[in-house]
């Protein structure tokens, strides 16, 4: 069917359906069930089978299979089913964590994926995009993607950037009527818009036509298949990291073999204890933890309302060294309310509680009429007309369906007894230039009952005044002088002081029959009506935000398109502002290069009346000054400073799909304190991999430290293959997964941000590995030592005591990779997870010592209260030795 050679009424007739009042649910199900989900198909993805299998597929893993084979062969049944066993458990535990890392990057995606407004019922509702069918209606506006192929039934401005599928990067204006041609490509169906096409310009309704495959975007889809890879530098490091561990590890290997061999062991055994080694010591597990941390991280990021999008960015927001941050949403609370009127060189104040549509006028503390001051009257009658919010009742509270700043006119006007439905009988809007951040005004053509054509424009009132030739003063128009001019300035710094947000509005009544076609003549020579100020408070718990990051080395900036005065006020009550910080406007910022603001960017702490796109300057001169720079944005305009921004963060609830898109960061509530949340989120994230590897490595050192050492002295193995892979097992599973949910220290937001690109082992780390595994190397060594010279004749009771104290002295050190500091810093008990953890490995290595068919396998025997009193003692030395060095440091 040819959508767009069909009126309104035939496409509602073919698609059955209804513009007024949308479809039903009953109708919507039916559809759904015939022609699907709104959702393009995607493309293959690793069956579970095959990411079982790809656990094997490492080299070393592949050599201990045959070797066991082979010993299988040989006739040591029991060795080749034990070591198969546990390198088939080892895998399943990789599959698990790679499982679980995938579903939850799976589930990431889906929270972030775009929502529409639909209408349903006779309700304008907004859904997940995929859940939209044929027949919908649907509204979009600057910013959003449009979220199924629609016939257009009503454009204001609307323009559309469809580049993806037509290739043509500029946006196209989109219409509404029919258009009678048949055989037109996309490219010129100016009354359609595409699925996945990016508003770039003002709004529109259409009815959806196409979904899913079936849409133009559907029909090219496989070119969309996104395989975006999401590894984080950290990972990238670990993964060069990891090849030098191996060479390192075979090396070592290699050693313990040759060692040993020379030492007069035979040739077989000592292969498959290489080979065992080196499957142990290689951290091959380590890349799947380091994302199952990752996304446990994120996940209890979303509980604190933060939507990581892109993984990288959990690391990153651990570097932040600085936040620009919107103010109006993000630092106040966004629930705007009317109480200062300005007309005239009068003032009125209105009270009333939030958007409750009851209040008084008051002039020079008495309550007054608003209706008897004609400037005051059409102040609050357009302010009420060039506006597209609506009040709602929702159970016992009022509240703003649209831009709160419109909500507060519109209250304003309602509290004076104005009436919106009213007034639109009266006065008929022909055309509409929306609201946009650059010209930071909105203005529409209104026709009254007599014909006479107004033009009424709403904004910021210092542009605003820059665009009126008069002023309505005592009722009659005054041309401006440098007098009323300021008046009109003082008015404005006057409610600006009190920290409130101000709209002027400004008229102009236009000669019969012109048509209006840009802004630019519509928005000159204005008459000015007045101003209204509005309250909108900090959020309570900003203040508090700002300071911690303070503490943690981040410096908070406001970026915002309000007053230079009224943001200079927040600011100030935030803590933002000090005596030491300046004030930069948009104008002077418009003035200087990247370089000049570079100069000057650090004593910055408010940046007022600017642009969306002087926030990319921002950024720019922020980064070459050496900041890792979290940007927060909602519109389209900002999507490029979000992008540049090391952490881009859009807004959950006011943002734009494309602001969203550009973004690492998706805030649920729109709040400056959740970003600080997932900052510290982000490095109590770092430090807890951190916390693992150098868990994991130091145990790695000891195992093949031990070996080493005793084939060098010429002693017998200390520890056979199955028991080495076993306790590769036991540690690379809970207990490192249970250091990567552990809580962050007292101290994580009173450190300085960390530095990117410091390496894995900065900060000590690699020290800590080195000296903690050679101490467990040693302690078990002499386990093995004394056992072995007390009873010469009984290896399993030697290579038992080994064994135990190499797994204790690995748990005990647990506890210690908690803190940076020591492990007497912290309650070391403090991670339940962690706790349980070791309690179940100390409770399987009691199994396999005490369990009588388990010995044979594991090569155990029994062993007494007193032995335990003596691993006990030597497993705990690396670690207390350590902390009682803490100790001394500290007391010194
Ligand atoms: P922030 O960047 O902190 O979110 P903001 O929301 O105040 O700041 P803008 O939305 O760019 O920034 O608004 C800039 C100015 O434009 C406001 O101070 C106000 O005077 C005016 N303004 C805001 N919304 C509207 C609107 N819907 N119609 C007309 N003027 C508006």
Known sequence: MKFHEMNETEVEQALNTDSTSGLTEDDVKKRRNQFGKNELEEGEKQS????????????????????????????????????????????????????????????????????????????????PSKDVVVGDLLKFTSGDRVGADVRIIESNSLEVEESALTGESLPVAKTAGAIKKANIGIGDMENMAFMSTLVTRGSGMGIVVATGMKTAMGQIADLLQNAETMTTPLQRRLEQ???????????????????????????????????????????EGLPAIVTVALSLGVQRMIKK????????????????????????????????TVTHLWSGGKQWLVDGVGYEP???????????????????????????????????????????????????????????????????????????????SERKMMSIVVKDQQGKQYIVTKGAPDVLAGVCESI?????????NREVIGHIQKAIEDLASQALRTIAIGVKELSPNTIILDEKEAEKGLTFIGLQGMIDPPRPEVKNAVKECKEAGIKTVMITGDHVITAKAIAKQLGILTNK???????????????????????????????????????????????????TGDGVNDAPAIKAADIGVAMG????????????????????????????????????????????????VGEILVMLFAMILGLPLPLVPIQILWVNLVTDGLPAMALGLDQPEDDVMKRKPRNPREGVFARGLGWKVVSRGFLIGIATLLAFIFAYHANPDDLPYAQTIAFATLVLAQLIHVFDCRSEKSVLARNPFG?????????????????????????????????EMKDWLMITGLAAVPTFLLAGSFLMTKRK
Request: overall charge neutral; hydrophobic content about 50%; some cysteine.
């Open 48 to 127: 579970a089978l095959l990411l079982f299998f790809s656990q094997f597929k490492d080299f070393m893993v592949l050599v201990l299979l045959a070797a066991t084979l082979i010993s299988g062969l040989l006739g040591e049944y029991i060795d080749a089913v034990a070591i198969i066993a546990i390198v088939i458990i080892n895998g399943l535990l990789g599959f698990f964590q790679e499982r679980k890392a995938e579903r939850s990057l799976q589930a990431l995606k889906e929270l972030s994926a775009p929502q529409v407004s639909v209408l349903r019922d006779g309700e304008w509702i907004k859904i």
């Open 241 to 283: 990291l990891g090849k030098i561990l191996i060479t390192v590890a075979l090396i070592l290997t290699v050693l313990v073999v040759v060692a040993g061999v020379i030492q007069g062991h035979d040739l077989y055994t000592m292969f498959l204890a290489g080979v065992s080694l080196a499957v142990a010591a290689i951290p």
């Open 305 to 336: 309302k933060a939507i990581v999008r892109k993984l990288p960015a959990v690391e990153t927001l651990g570097c932040a060294s600085v936040i620009c941050s919107d103010k109006t949403g993000t630092m106040t609370q966004n629930k705007m």
């Open 358 to 436: 009851q209040g008084h006028f008051y002039r020079n503390d008495s309550q007054v009429e608003p209706k008897e001051d004609k400037a005051l009257q059409q102040m609050l009658m357009f302010g009420m007309l060039c506006n597209h919010a609506e009040i709602k009742r929702k159970e016992n509270e009022f509240v703003i369906d649209g831009d709160p700043t419109e909500g507060a006119l519109l209250v304003a006007a309602m509290k004076a007894g104005y009436n919106r439905d009213t007034l639109l009988s009266q006065f008929q809007i022909m055309k509409e230039f929306p609201f946009d």
């Open 472 to 480: 309505l003063w005592e009722g009659k128009r005054k041309f401006l």
């Open 581 to 631: 910080s300046k004030v930069l406007d948009g104008k002077a910022l418009s003035e200087m290069n990247v370089d000049e603001l570079e100069e000057v960017v650090d004593d910055v702490a408010v940046f007022a009346r600017v642009s969306p796109e002087h926030k990319l300057k921002i950024v720019k001169a922020l980064q070459n000054k050496g900041h890792i720079v979290a940007m």
């Open 653 to 700: 609830i006011t943002g734009t799909d494309v602001a969203k898109e550009a973004s690492a960061l998706v805030l649920l509530d729109d709040n400056f304190a959740t970003i600080k949340a997932a900052i510290k989120e982000g490095r109590n994230i770092y430090e807890n991999i951190r916390k693992f590897i150098r868990y994991l490595l130091a145990s790695n």
């Open 831 to 863: 991670n339940k997870y962690l706790v349980w953890a070791v309690i179940s490995s100390l409770i399987l290595l009691f199994v396999v010592i005490y369990y009588p068919p388990l010995q044979p396998i594991f090569h155990t025997v029994p062993i």
